[in-house]
């Protein structure tokens, strides 16, 4: 008697942890896009404040999404800046952190994703690409190839080596990336089918394979949205000799360039 009680409770807590666990993959599933991406969103009238010149952009998409974007412009530029961004906020907070890049005598054209400021549409995966690519459209029309560097930041550096395995820019440069956002998401749910949850899987591996300019990595050995070692097997895919790790020594995800080391990477990489 004893023994069927003491099966049964444990039948009953074997239950209840599943329906625990389909609970917990469910809820994932339907709520992983504001995991993923947190938009801020502005007013079509929003003005932009820099104090680099600039230019607004609207790009329009064939599926009526509108792409809005900031064309920032240096007075003797060595060349442009094509910068995909991270997951939160819009381009009035991007587009002071792009700044600095002009300070380096560079143009830089950085677009904000759908949903984020002032750019419409529906996302998705598919989409995130198809807008990233017409970006390097347009600024392809107005620069030489050899003058294009790709910069991705965090969620960006999928577009950004995307991009790159498509075209032929003078180099990408990829800040705190990832090797996938599966990698992502398994490290931090371990214990959830992450495969097939995930609706965005950004395989950042399978497009850096197929870009044929330099690379520059720069990672912070502090960062724990997207840790160190999802960088380093990133870096371990790309062909000998074409790619550089630049490790930056106590760096977390959000403060690389309050580091000397990466401000002289960068510099020495735009020089």
Not at 35 to 41: A, D, N, Q, W
Not at 102 to 116: A, G, H, L
Not at 155 to 166: E, N, P, Q
Not at 208 to 222: L, Q, R, S
Request: hydrophobic share 40%.
């Amino acid at each position: 008697m004893f023994n069927i009680v003491r099966n049964h409770k444990i039948i009953k807590t074997l239950f209840v942890l599943l329906g625990l666990y389909v609970m917990i993959g469910t809820s994932l599933y339907f709520i992983q896009e504001k995991i993923l991406f947190r938009p801020t969103v502005l007013a079509e009238d929003f003005e932009y404040q820099f104090s680099q010149p600039f230019e607004e952009v609207f790009l329009n998409m064939t599926d009526g999404a509108v792409i809005n974007a900031v064309h920032f412009k240096s007075v003797n530029p060595k060349g442009v800046i094509l910068y995909f961004h991270g997951n939160a906020g819009d381009l009035s907070r991007w587009g002071l952190i792009a700044e600095y890049f002009v300070k380096q005598e560079y143009d830089v054209f950085i677009m904000d994703y759908r949903t984020y400021g002032k750019s419409t549409g529906k996302l998705n995966e598919k989409v995130l690409y198809e807008d990233a690519l017409e970006c390097y459209k347009y600024i392809s029309k107005l620069y030489d190839e050899a003058d294009i560097t790709l910069y991705g930041r965090s969620l960006g550096t999928g577009m950004a080596a995307y991009v790159a395995s498509k075209n032929n820019p003078i180099q990408l440069i990829l800040e705190t990336p990832y090797y996938s956002m599966v990698d992502i998401a398994q490290h931090r749910f371990p214990f959830l089918p992450i495969r097939q949850l995930l609706k965005y899987k950004i395989p950042t591996f399978e497009f850096i394979k197929n870009v044929e300019c330099p690379i520059a990595i720069f990672h912070g050995t502090d960062d724990i949205v997207v840790p160190i070692k999802l960088g380093k097997k990133l870096y371990e895919v790309i062909p000998e000799n074409q790619a550089k790790f630049i490790q930056i020594e106590g760096a977390n995800h959000n403060n690389l360039i309050d580091f000397e080391a990466y401000r002289n990477g960068i510099e020495k990489i735009l020089k």
